[in-house]
């Protein structure tokens, strides 16, 4: 299995343009987990899927963000306008339902917002 | 609400030295615990993980914790540090419920090996 598969790896991006994150789960898992990392805030859980339909978007920090999951498939994580402060690796992470059974995480996005 | 806090933002070990990496837990039901590795440039590659089976866990590259719910602990452990292992750690915790899998992520302990 390629495991969690994210894109780009890497995005620049000017202030007030729109960003869209990527994300295809391992194939047969029903949870789909959005993390954003930085260094004052660590790993923050900005939103999360089970069989395609959100959960708990709770910590997605304001409007500009929206999360889709169309399919079970693949998954996008999108910010507009962009702002400095939205620089962070974003990590896509997904897991099969069973308790207690951990999550396998992609490499990350790392956004930077100029 | 489930919590976890990792003591200790950075620790140095030398080469070869005992590595102990400390985690408390907070939780009003019984959890399910985890350590995870992030190496630089990388995501989160799970360790271990204790789901209420034997209290001491063992996970890849030597690892292993010990799950102590007097003390609401999950310290990770390695008898010999190698130079491999520097990366940073994380403890997480879920609750033990059906169909809950949301973690929560403590803070991240960076582990420096000295040569």
């Known amino acids: 299995d390629a495991g969690v598969i994210q894109s780009p790896r890497h995005e620049v991006t000017e202030m007030g343009q729109e960003v869209t994150l990527r994300c295809k789960p391992i194939s047969g898992h029903d949870y789909l987990f959005w993390y954003r990392q930085t260094m004052m805030r660590g790993l923050e859980l900005l939103i999360y899927f089970n069989n395609n339909v959100p959960i708990d978007d709770s910590g997605m920090p304001e409007d500009r963000f929206s999360a889709k999951m169309p399919n079970a498939s693949f998954s996008t994580l999108k910010i507009q306008p962009s702002e400095p402060r939205d620089s962070a690796v974003y990590f896509c992470?997904?897991?099969?339902?069973?308790?207690?059974?951990?999550?396998?995480f992609g490499s990350g996005t790392r956004l930077t917002v100029v | 609400a489930q919590s976890v806090t990792q003591l200790g933002s950075h620790v140095s070990v030398s080469e070869g030295a005992l590595v102990l990496l400390r985690c408390n837990y907070s939780?009003?039901?019984?959890?399910?615990l985890f350590w995870y590795v992030q190496y630089p440039n990388q995501g989160l590659q799970l360790l271990l993980k204790y789901t209420s089976a034997a209290t001491l866990v063992k996970g890849i590259n030597g690892f292993e914790a010990e799950f102590k719910k007097s003390e609401t602990s999950f310290h990770l452990t390695k008898p010999s540090a190698h130079m491999s292992d520097a990366a940073e750690y994380f403890c997480a915790v879920s609750d033990a419920q059906v169909g809950n899998e949301k973690l929560t992520f403590g803070t991240g302990t960076r582990l420096t090996i000295i040569p």
């Open positions: 939780s009003s039901v019984p959890p399910y």
């Open positions: 992470a997904s897991s099969l339902y069973r308790v207690g059974g951990g999550y396998t």
